[in-house]
Structures are given as C-alpha cells and as structure tokens.
C-alpha cells in the first residue's frame, strides 16, 4: 500500500505547525534532535509542548537558541543559500533528505532572486535564513522522510488577510515569496487579519504536496496537529496532518483528461507547461507529435488530474500555452497498489518501487535517483547498479517470508529461550547469533522503530527505540552497515521479545532485531507485505 500524508490547511500553514504536527503523528523528538546534531549548535534546545488552541490539544514546537547569535531580538543572522547549503550538506542526515532539503533552499533562493531582481548568490534570507527556520525546513524533510511518506496530498490553504511586517517594510498577505511560491495552488483569504501562511510553510507544502483537494480516500492510521504561537479567537490556529494508507479501493478511481493542440507555441514553453502542471496537481503530463490541418506539425498536451483540479488546469494551460480551446473529459483508470520497499546491495540502500494486484508483485523497479547518487559516489555505471537492486530485491523475497500473524498475547516467560552471550569489542555482531534449534524458540513479535543512533566504538551497532504495543524496550543491532539510523525511524520491524538483557558494548539489549544476509554479508531487515498490529506475535 501507499503510505499517504495528508495537511489540513485550514488554518494556514507555517514551519513549526507542520513539524509539531507530524511531532504529533509520532515522529520522535530525541530521533529528531539527534538527527538536527550537524544543524543545531549543542546551546540549542529543540521542544515539543503540548497545548490547547480553541480547545484542540495540538504540539507547538520551538527552537530555543538562547546564547546563540539566532536567539531572538530579530537580529538573527541573514545567511546566504552557499551557506545553508553546505550546513546541510555537512550534517548526518541521508542523502535522500539533504538533497530534498538542499533543493527546497535553491527553489526559494530562486523566489527571492526573481522578485528582488538580484543574482541567486546575492539572495541573503531574513526570516527563513534564522536558525529555527531552517530546523523548520530540514526537521520537517527528515520527520516526512522518517515517517515512509509516499505520497503528500495538501488541501487548499488559508492565507488570511491584511498585512505583515517583514524586513522590506510592512507588505499585504501573502508576502511576496510566499505567494510567488503558491503560484498554481488552490488558496483562499479569509476574515482573519493575520499572515497564516508564512514562506517556510508555503516552501514545505507545495514542496511535497503532488496534489491539492480534500482528503483522498486512505485508510487512517494516525492523525496529529501542529499549533501556531498565537490564539485567533474563534478558530484553532492549528495545523491537520492525517497519516494513512490508500485504501484498496482506491486502485480504481475517476479522473479527469484535458488536451488541447498546439501547432504555433516556441518548444522553449514546453518544459516550462509541464512543470507548472505538475506543481499544481498534475498526475501526469504528455507531449505527442501530431500533424494538424494545413499539413502543420503540432503538439498534442495531454494533461491528467484529479477531478477538482479542472478549474486550475484549464487557467494554466489558457494562460501558459497558445490555445484557444481544450477539450476535457472524466475517465476511470486501474491503478496497482503501490509501495516502497528499501533493499541493500554492495553499493549502498536502494529503494523499489513494487506494484501488485491482489497481492500478487506484478512489477519491481529500482528508483533511478537513489541508482544515479550510488553510481556516482561508486564511480559504477548506472546499469550496474539498477542490476544490483533488482537481484537483491528477488534474494530478499526468497530468503524473507513472513508467513502469518496472530494479534497480541501475553509475553512469553524470558526463560524460554537462551540469553545471547555479550558482545566483545573484537566480534561485535557474530556473538549475537542462535542456532536454528533455539531459532524456533524464539518470540517473534512486530514493533515499531520509535529512534536510531549508532553505538559508540562500533560501525556495525545501533542503538534502537522500538514500541511493541504494550511496551517499549530498547536493543542492539548489528545493521549500521547497511543502514541510515533515521532510514529505520517510523519502520515496523520483527523483534526477538523473549530474550533475557545482555549487555552489548555498554548498552543493554532488551531483545533483537529479525534480519536475513545477503551474500555479501549485509544484513537486511524483515519487512512486510501488510504492516502488523504492534505487538502480534510473527509465525
């Protein structure tokens, strides 16, 4: 299934409301403190407050910089996009997350560049240069990252009206960068004379969201809110983040199909269209060579949306192209069930795109971005390792079946199955090992990954947080080769429960972490074609 995020907007949307909101979706805060480490300077404090607005129990979440020249004053430093840029690119997060959040900078960078009229490399950010922005923008990134978002659906967003002051003087709402950035997303005023949309929020929400309109039909797993820093009497100053996975049923859904012909528009354009289409909901854009009348060569668009979407569609392509008539129609389309599955090779973690129909994989194909950074770091071709991806990918579905569940039971005595000798400094993962007999023993119980950190002195450690439920234990697993701490946060994993504590390298282990091998020797985590109840027992 695809996991689906969903923001409410409508209240407006700002950075600390979307990192308190998914904070209140479960996202760990000491998981994100610990992934922040290269950003946030160690005389900064990262809390998560729970509070009331209207009524609404929602998380308001701050960045306290007391002692550092970011604390308050409104005199925090104006930092450049190099700058942000390279603190970044310096910190321990993924490369999957840098590179997201490095290019939500650039896009902005770009805004401002336009509306100041000013080489990129001059642009200097005010507000969103301050360090708790930045934590806003990063944090919010590697929380989405961590939680195994797919898909990133926004509803319209509340602006608000009147005027803000900014550091070029009090200008109306939406500011000038944030409007800019909400260019071909549905949005709305309201009487509130507030800015309710501030740039870091537009920034974050038209920087994931790949469609705008109500809830899509999904299955809810957990929902969670986001609180701004003031009361607005008569309303919840809150943002709604729903977490959930698309429903079986929306494999088959209706949309909408819009093409006009275009035989007397500069091919400059094209790229242009297409980008703008996709910004605004788009879910795919075509270009198709036609001959038209007078023996003119032309070029059929071909846009597809989401029903609601028609009204936006038809303004971009009257306002982008040349055409004077598109014609449009509803569709059904089939769908396969899509999710991702993350495998190990000898170059690095690739995620799979796979696809099924009843549950049966119909087709698995490597994400080539994730091919094209191993490649490069590895200086391998391309081929080489999309090739490595799919072996590892039918290995890892011979070698790991999970054959059913039952739901939770009473925890097995932890006599039942022996205690795993301690680790020593010189084999720190073989000592952890049972034989096949003790194997069958063990209580396998699904758990979820709450926070990841790498054990100190050893590169194949980590530390882990896991909730089985009913509980919360923390273990130790050899898996740092192969895995990111934050790639696993948010994962339900399959945890050996009935093992006595052992202490390994300074760390008591509270039980294991279920893996198989490749043969190359890194280990991959169990994962599951349909996510548990935390807690039930793994056969």
């Known amino acids: 299934m695809t996991r689906v995020l969903y923001f409410d907007c409508f209240s407006g949307a700002s950075g600390d409301m979307i990192l308190g909101a998914l904070l209140d979706l479960g996202v760990p805060l000491d998981g994100l403190q610990s992934a922040l480490g290269g950003i946030v300077p160690h005389e900064c ?35 450049g996009l190099k700058e942000i840029q390279a603190m970044i690119g310096d910190s321990s997060l993924s490369d999957a997350v840098k590179r997201r959040a490095s290019d939500l900078f650039e896009r902005l960078g770009r805004v401002e560049a336009d509306i100041h009229q000013v080489p990129i490399e001059r642009v200097h950010f005010h507000e969103v240069g301050a360090l708790d922005s930045i934590v806003d923008i990063v944090g919010s990134v590697w929380a989405i990252d961590a939680l195994g978002v797919d898909r990133v659906v926004s509803s319209a967003l509340n602006t608000g009206t009147g005027s803000v002051q900014t550091a070029h003087g009090r200008l109306p709402i939406p500011a000038p960068a944030t409007i800019k950035l909400l260019e071909g997303v549905p949005v709305y005023g309201s009487d509130v004379q507030l800015e309710l949309v501030t740039p870091t929020g537009a920034l974050l929400v038209t920087g994931h969201a790949s469609a705008y309109g109500p809830m899509p039909l999904m ?65 795919d854009v075509f270009f198709a060579p036609v001959q038209m009348k007078k023996n003119r060569p032309g070029t059929l668009v071909t846009v597809m949306a989401p029903v609601p979407l028609r009204e936006t569609v038809l303004d971009l392509l009257f306002r982008e192209t040349t055409t ?29 795109k796979v ?23 590895h200086q391998a071709a391309v081929r080489d390792v999309h090739a490595a991806a799919v072996n590892a990918y039918f290995q890892q579905r011979e070698r790991v079946q999970v054959m059913s569940t039952e ?66 234990r923390t273990l130790v697993a050899g898996i740092a080769e192969a895995y990111e701490p934050e790639a696993l946060v948010g994962r339900v994993v399959a945890v050996v429960a009935n093992l006595k504590p052992a202490t390994v390298m300074g760390v008591e282990s509270n039980g294991m972490i279920l893996a198989a091998s490749t043969p190359g020797g890194l280990p991959i985590v169990v994962e599951f074609e349909k996510e548990p109840p935390l807690g039930a027992r793994i056969k």
């Open 407 to 472: 739901q939770p039971q009473p925890e097995s005595s932890p006599s039942t199955a022996p205690t795993p000798p301690a680790e020593s400094p010189a084999a720190p993962a073989e000592d952890l090992r049972v034989g096949i007999e003790e194997f069958l023993k063990l209580d396998l119980r699904a758990a979820r990954v709450l926070a990841a950190e790498r054990v100190p002195k050893s590169r194949k450690l980590l530390k882990l947080e896991v909730d089985l439920g009913h509980e919360r």
């Open 45 to 79: 404090r990262l809390t998560a407050t729970r509070v009331l607005r209207c009524g609404i129990s929602a998380v308001h979440f701050q960045v306290h910089a007391a002692g550092h020249p970011d604390a308050g004053g409104g005199h925090a430093p104006h930092r």
């Open 324 to 352: 004077i008539g598109v014609r449009h129609h509803e569709v059904d389309r089939e769908c396969l069930s899509r999710e991702w599955v993350t495998v190990a090779t000898t170059y690095g973690q690739v995620r799979m």
């Open 219 to 283: 299955l809810v797993k957990r929902s969670g809110y986001g609180a701004g820093g003031r009361d607005i009497p008569g309303q919840p100053n809150v943002l709604r983040a729903v977490l959930g996975d698309e429903a079986a049923a929306a494999e088959h859904d209706r949309v909408l199909v819009l093409e006009c012909n275009i035989d007397d528009m500069s091919p400059q354009f094209f790229g242009g269209l297409m980008d703008r289409l996709y910004a605004a909901g788009a879910l």
């Open 355 to 377: 696809a099924r129909r009843d549950g049966t994989v119909m087709n698995a194909a490597p994400e080539y971005e994730d091919c094209a950074a191993l490649a490069t770091r």
